[in-house]
Every structure is written in structure tokens, then in C-alpha cells.
Nanobody, 126 residues
Framework: QVQLVESGGGLVSAGGSLRLSCAAS????????MGWFRQAPGKEREFLAA????????IYADSVKGRFTISRDNAKNTVYLQMNSLRPEDTAVYYC???????????????????WGQGTQVTVSS
């Protein structure tokens, strides 16, 4: 069973930075693409970024491009989301997710991901 555990959320002022981590259980982490999503109250879960299994390819939502950076360390079974220039509208619960299929491409859609963490709250004050 795959378990994903996010950490690093918290309260930050507008313009500040946070780095989220997502630690994955299991020995096959390096075979799967990973993604980050967020969900604000009353809104749909929103794609933010994804990274392929090698870490050599990434994609971003327009809303975070240039401010957020996704990366992974396969030796540590961990994926990261570095968030800079945070805005109040970035306030949400942030989730990491693992793709359903090994050695595949990376996608924006939720249906592509089969495992999710419990989420970590990020609050940006103005």
C-alpha cells in the first residue's frame, strides 16, 4: 500500500516562501510521476505541478508558473514543492499525488493520479 505524507505547510505573509515535502512509502517511488494539487474552501481541487519519474521533465499550471518549483529526490522517496512570492489566493490545502501507471508521462488531470496524501494547510496572510 502506498502512503504519501505531506509536510511543510503553515502560515506565511504575502511575498514569503514555503517548501512542502511529500514522503512516499514503498520501493517503487522512482518509477512513478508525482503531482501537487491544492483545494481552497468551496473550490475544486486544482492542479499545480507535476514531475516525471526521473525528475527530468516538469509541467506547471499558469497560476503558479515562475513562482513554484517541483522537484524530487528519488533516493529519499520525496517530492518537493518550493513556493515563492506567495499570495493570499494561494491559501488552500495542498496535496501530493502519485500517478497510477509507472514509467508514464505527466498530466494535469486528477484522474491520472491514483494515490493521494492527507494534505497540508498553507495560509498566506495579506
Amino acid at each position: 500500500q502506498v502512503q504519501l505524507v505531506e509536510s511543510g505547510g503553515g502560515l506565511v505573509s504575502a511575498g514569503g516562501s514555503l517548501r512542502l515535502s511529500c514522503a512516499a512509502s514503498g520501493r517503487t517511488f522512482s518509477s512513478y510521476a508525482m503531482g501537487w494539487f491544492r483545494q481552497a474552501p468551496g473550490k475544486e481541487r486544482e492542479f499545480l505541478a507535476a514531475i516525471n519519474y526521473t525528475g527530468g521533465r516538469t509541467i506547471y499550471a499558469d497560476s503558479v508558473k515562475g513562482r513554484f518549483t517541483i522537484s524530487r529526490d528519488n533516493a529519499k522517496n520525496t517530492v518537493y514543492l518550493q513556493m515563492n512570492s506567495l499570495r493570499p489566493e494561494d491559501t488552500a490545502v495542498y496535496y501530493c499525488a502519485r500517478s497510477r501507471t509507472a514509467y508514464s508521462g505527466i498530466y494535469y488531470t486528477r484522474e491520472y493520479y491514483g494515490y493521494w496524501g492527507q494534505g497540508t494547510q498553507v495560509t498566506v496572510s495579506s
